[in-house]
């Protein structure tokens, strides 16, 4: 079995446990989380994590969710993570739900 690289290692480890803690308490995420609903389960499909040319690592995410009783739903996300004084940072979080209206 080979390695992981360093980038596919700090990223997986990186999604695994902000969406563990996104799942179960948003309060340790911070106040940028305060989101209306009290219940939310993420599954994630598929992540990808690759370096950038200032030592950075960008991490995609496309899973799906369920908030409440809604049904799933699909979504992206995409995190830029830097490291600050050795340790990793998310620096930039973007999310988008997959919903599309065909009507």
Known sequence: MVDQPLW??????FVQHYYQLFD????????IYSLPFPKIVHS???????P????????MVVGQLKVDDDPVMGFHQS?????????WVCTNDMFRLAIHNFG
């Open 8 to 13: 596919e290692q700090i990223g997986s480890s």
């Open 52 to 59: 950038t040319p200032d030592c950075n690592i960008l991490s």
């Open 24 to 31: 179960s308490d948003r309060s340790q995420l911070g106040t």
């Open 44 to 50: 994630i499909t598929v992540q990808d994590h690759q």
């Open 79 to 87: 995190f830029l993570l830097k490291n600050i004084n050795s340790a």
